[in-house]
T-cell receptor
Framework: DAKTTQPTSMDCAEGRAANLPCNHSTISGNEYVYWYRQIHSQGPQYIIHGLKNNETNEMASLIITEDRKSSTLILPHATLRDTAVYYC??????????FGTGTRLQVFP | EAQVTQNPRYLITVTGKKLTVTCSQNMNHEYMSWYRQDPGLGLRQIYYSMNVEVTDKGDVPEGYKVSRKEKRNFPLILESPSPNQTSLYFCASNTGTGEAFFGQGTRLTVV
């Protein structure tokens, strides 16, 4: 599975958009990009995933570059409850997810 | 409600005393996994199962056993726990693609 690179930490003001980048330059053609988050020490929570096209759901949007070497997770209106560690994962499937150290997002009032 | 249930949530035990952490899912998923999470190391996969009676090692299987006799259950067994198995453990289930569901975690301390 491809390796991902994420910033260690980011801050975001409440109500503003949070844009979390991820580099995955060695991604293979049929590997998906998954995003999960972990609030404190709870179980990781699925956010969104995509292959080539941009995706949007009720939680977030996922923008994947045309060459698929990087992506951005967008939380359109961050709230204090979005404070968490966000993991970007590339994988063929979800039976084995390789979690890195993620990005610690701090949303402040 | 779709969920993965782990028990117990917290456990303190002594070295060498066999223990089992249970995991159950109500979504009829074929795939189930166990992860451990340690500070600075992130989540690492211990074992996974692709279906009943089909299991395989993940990245850190030493000291652990699993079984998958029924589709909904995937217990993690520590035959002889040691202090280096003190960790936060998560069970997960999924269909193979798309969303994986995680349990709330089991915090294990081995003294």
């Amino acid at each position: 599975d491809a390796k991902t690179t994420q910033p260690t930490s980011m801050d975001c003001a409440e109500g503003r958009a949070a844009n979390l980048p991820c580099n995955h330059s060695t991604i293979s053609g049929n590997e998906y990009v998954y995003w999960y988050r972990q609030i404190h020490s709870q179980g990781p929570q699925y956010i969104i995933h995509g292959l080539k096209n941009n995706e949007t759901n009720e939680m977030a949007s996922l923008i994947i570059t045309e060459d698929r070497k990087s992506s951005t997770l967008i939380l359109p209106h961050a709230t204090l409850r979005d404070t968490a560690v966000y993991y970007c994962i590339v994988s063929y499937n979800t039976d084995k997810l390789i979690f890195g150290t993620g990005t610690r997002l701090q949303v402040f009032p | 409600e779709a969920q993965v249930t782990q028990n117990p949530r917290y456990l303190i035990t002594v070295t060498g005393k066999k223990l089992t952490v249970t995991c159950s899912q109500n979504m009829n998923h074929e795939y189930m996994s166990w992860y451990r999470q340690d500070p600075g190391l992130g989540l690492r996969q211990i074992y996974y199962s692709m279906n009943v009676e089909v299991t395989d090692k993940g990245d850190v299987p030493e000291g652990y056993k699993v079984s998958r006799k029924e589709k909904r259950n995937f217990p993690l067994i520590l035959e002889s726990p040691s202090p280096n198995q003190t960790s936060l453990y998560f069970c997960a289930s999924n269909t193979g693609t798309g969303e994986a569901f995680f349990g709330q975690g089991t915090r294990l301390t081995v003294v």
